[in-house]
């Protein structure tokens, strides 16, 4: 009760009234720990074992292989609509790097190289922008969220869970969320900020600012300077990374998790990248993209920057390279195998799974539905 | 054991029992910790519970949906309140989207076991948006139940059902009937099954049906007619409005060949459409009458001044039931 009378350190009663006195003068702090040109600030690299690091490189160059492989089964009409990643594998893959399987993931749409680390088998992606529902299970996948589709949406589930995890009194485990810049427009993004900090939840908010939110640019999407800047309003340490510099998408992601373990609470972090595709199979973004501003971010792409990073520490060659894509290629047209060979979609599967118990209007229904297929079947003979 | 409790103290009793069970049950929602709830229904659970498990939360609809979801996900089981429904449309995304759909967009792998209470429905006299009866909004939403008590008795049994059913509940409180009325609750188990009407009087010459707050008026008005005219009427208390109970209403229709369905809710797209098309679907041929509505009306619910002449009332109901044993 008392506190309600104190006033607050950000209240500063000496200075003179102005509207714009509102702290202008406030920074955010940015992670890069390797530059464009390779250069590492090697004071603050990670300390990754050589098979960690390969782990990530190899996430990253099979999501920027599975993308083009999808894109082309899409243009072939072979599989449906799709969300591209590529240009942000290291906004996804270094995050996810720094999560271990207790850690809930939960993810929006444009996280696939994240979900492929974290164990998510190639062929789901294919099944579910095929249409198919049993592309968002796997084994092991008890702690990851499935591809969530409305913006921002996801990022209360996140703060529920991890809720839970602190009335638990889990203390191994911690929640990241992904969302894009276009969610911080969102209320349900504000009100996942507001209720992180408030409970002080073990959550991690990752947010790829790709720049675009299909063909909105990131000016439009907010006037403010950061996007990082938006955790002040919530007392939460905000902080922006070069999302197309893994180590420090890793990096920044691991400490803000130890701190979330260890009851600090949240951290929002903006992973600044850039989508180098369109938005979806659907779009174009000739319509609205400027070719210079494509061009100078494609010569940051992620994979070409941490590839040198490991060829530099003398653990990754040419030799290495060309098995590795030998590799994926063989990976991916396995799982395009396993994909189209699959018939085992049972039809009435979504009459199963409106409630965990029978319902006698939805098995009328599943009935009707079943005679009505059967009766489309005949009439096709 | 029994005491007499009234529909508040009823929901109160649920809720603490459950979370007495079950240390996975939270209450979550604004003003129900120290405060016990704008209508005190959640009172002394706070005190025996604890803050962690009876959480006041910022002023955020969709957040206390959205944030029950990630508890019910990570094996929670929430119950959320919503202080009014006609605040609850800014959950609504949360609900469709995300609450409804986890079972099915992971086929089963994800459950959402969370109940979303909610008072709803006029004659309080109250503000605008704390009037409404939107039950029709909730029940065409896939994979999610609703449930409606219309008696101390039986929202306390309905409550329980609602904590331990492994699917979203929105169990709509009618709150004109909190504290209208007291009748013995059963403090022990007694848990009625989701999806099943009650019979609450059988009868021959013409069914009535009805659920929550309107369960009051209609009753009345079917001991009115019955009185007066001497005939034997099967009176309904749909209890819950989606799945809705078919059989129930529809063996009923056979038997009398006569319904009155009485509603709240605006006329159309209410539940009374879909119980017409039940009967239509599986009792036509047995009808002696077109089936008659008696409900609100297509208007935005009106300021308490104008609600007494928008709510259904016994004299209407009555009425119907006359004109449809005539017909």
Known sequence: ?381 | MRNKLNMVQAINLALDQEMGNDDSVVAIGQDIGVNGGVFRVTEGLFEKYGESRVIDTPLAESAILGTSIGMAVAGLKPVAEMQFSGFSYLMFGQLEGHAARLRSRTQGAISVPLVVRMPYGGGVRALEHHSESREAMYGHVPGVKVVIPSTPSNARALLVSAIRDPDPVIFMEPKRSYRAFREEVSEEEHVMEIGKAQVLQEGTDLTVVSWGAMMRPTLQAVEEVQDQRGVSIELIDLLTISPMDGDTISGSVEKTGRCVVVQEAPKSFGPSSEIIATINDNALMYLEAPVRRVSGYDVATPYFGREPAYLPTNGRIRRAIEETLDF
């Open chain 1, 1 to 381: 009760m008392i506190a309600n009378t104190c006033e607050p350190e950000a209240v500063d009663r000496q200075q003179p009234y102005a509207l714009d006195l509102r702290e202008r003068t406030f920074k955010i702090s940015h992670l890069q720990i390797l530059d464009e040109q390779c250069n590492l600030d090697a004071e603050r690299e990670p300390d990754l074992s050589t098979e960690d690091l390969i782990r990530l490189y190899r996430s990253m160059v099979l999501a920027r292989a599975v993308d083009d492989r999808m894109l082309k089964l899409q243009r072939q009409g072979r599989i449906g609509t799709f969300p591209l990643c590529t240009g942000q594998e290291a906004a996804s893959c270094g995050p996810a790097l720094a999560m271990t399987p207790k850690d809930w993931f939960v993810g929006s749409f444009r996280e696939l190289a994240g979900r492929l680390l974290r164990g998510e088998p190639i062929e789901n992606g294919f099944l579910l922008f095929n249409g198919y529902e049993e592309g968002n299970v796997f084994q092991g996948g008890e702690r990851t969220l499935p591809v969530s589709i409305i913006i921002a949406a996801q990022a209360l589930h996140a703060v529920g869970i991890a809720y839970a995890m602190k009335i638990r009194g889990e203390t191994d485990s911690a929640v990241v969320c992904f969302l894009g810049d276009g969610a911080t427009s969102q209320g349900d993004f504000h009100e996942a900020m507001n209720f992180a900090s408030v409970w002080q939840v073990p959550v991690v908010f990752v947010c790829a600012n790709n720049h675009w939110a299909i063909s909105l640019p990131r000016e439009k999407q907010t006037h403010s300077q950061t996007l990082a800047q938006k955790a002040i309003a919530y007392d939460m340490p905000g902080i922006q990374v070069d999302g197309n510099d893994a180590l420090a998408t890793y990096q920044a992601t691991k400490d803000a998790l130890d701190r979330a373990r260890a009851g600090g609470g949240p951290t929002f972090i903006e992973a600044v990248t850039y989508r180098l595709m369109m938005h979806t199979t659907s779009d174009d973004p000739s319509r609205y993209q400027l070719p210079e501003q494509l061009q100078a971010w494609q010569a940051r792409d992620p994979l070409i920057r941490f590839k040198g990073y490991l060829e530099a520490k003398g653990i990754w060659n040419d030799e290495q390279e060309a098995g590795l894509e030998a590799e994926v290629r063989q990976q991916i047209d396995d799982a395009v195998k396993a994909f189209e060979a699959r018939n085992d979609f049972k039809p009435d599967a979504p009459f199963d799974h409106v409630f965990g118990t029978k319902v006698p209007r939805i098995e009328e229904q599943r009935t009707e539905f079943l005679d009505h297929l059967r009766e489309e079947s005949t009439d096709a003979q």
